[in-house]
């Protein structure tokens, strides 16, 4: 099983629609989360942090479910500048505290 | 700019010949990591740096491929005698600091082509 998983996509939506990710983790232990952006080609940049209580920012809201081990993304209102590739991010408790990436998941919105 | 500055942005190079991708962590953070990005692929970890010390270079293919982060200056990520499958994205990050809470920020990345 994958550190981390996302399904690719593409989530193909129209402008105004909701639209969720889920993200999955196999170290129980993990302790932050985070979602990155990464427009094409152009670096990944920090979404939001993802806490246990959930949290929202504007459009956007992360939650964690720590029994089932994922995370996940809500894009209310979708805008065509949504459009992009959504990371999850993984950072496990011990060790080199490195961030663990997953793929990603496409979200396209149209007009 | 306060931000991590990477350079070069692009890179061509001819198989056999050495690429070094230049890193400049935030102001303030004294962590450098170094990630590959193969094309329709995800971000995989290859190094992690202090100042003078490589903490973790578990992603690190084992051979061509070496970084440093001197006490002075810019990490630096060798690659030697390149081969086309080298041609990825080439992406630094920083942080303050180091823990399970760590934020990592991105610079803009080195696209390196091999022909």
């Known amino acids: 099983r994958k550190e981390v998983e996302q399904d690719p996509g593409p989530f193909n939506v129209p402008e105004g629609a909701t639209v969720a990710f889920n993200c999955t983790y196999s170290?129980?232990?993990?302790?932050?989360f985070f979602w990155y952006r990464q427009d094409c080609r152009k670096e990944p940049k920090l979404l939001m942090s993802?806490?246990?209580s959930g949290n929202e920012d504007g459009r956007f809201t992360a939650q964690l479910n720590r029994a089932s081990q994922y995370i996940s993304l809500l894009i209310r209102d979708s805008k065509l500048s949504d459009s992009a590739t959504y990371l999850c991010?993984?950072?496990?408790?011990?060790?080199?505290?490195?961030?663990?990436f997953g793929r990603g998941t496409s979200l396209i919105v149209h007009p | 700019n306060a931000g991590v500055m990477q350079n070069p942005r692009h890179l061509v190079r001819r198989r056999g010949q050495e690429a070094r991708l230049r890193c400049s962590p935030m102001?303030?953070?004294?962590?450098v990591y170094w990630y590959r990005q193969l094309p329709e692929e995800g971000l995989k970890f290859m190094v992690y740096?202090?100042?003078?010390?490589?903490?973790?270079e578990s992603g690190m293919p084992k051979e061509r491929f070496s970084a440093e982060f001197p006490k002075e200056g810019p990490s630096i990520l060798r690659i030697q005698q390149v081969v086309r499958g080298d041609s990825a994205a080439y992406f630094c990050?920083?942080?303050?600091?180091?823990?399970?809470?760590?934020?990592?920020?991105f610079g803009e990345g080195s696209w390196l082509t091999v022909v």
């Open positions: 990050a920083s942080s303050p600091d180091r823990g399970p809470g760590n934020t990592i920020y």
């Open positions: 170290n129980s232990a993990s302790q932050s």
């Open positions: 993802v806490y246990s």
């Open positions: 991010v993984v950072n496990p408790s011990g060790g080199s505290y490195i961030p663990t």
């Open positions: 102001k303030g953070h004294s962590h």
């Open positions: 740096l202090q100042k003078e010390n490589i903490i973790d």
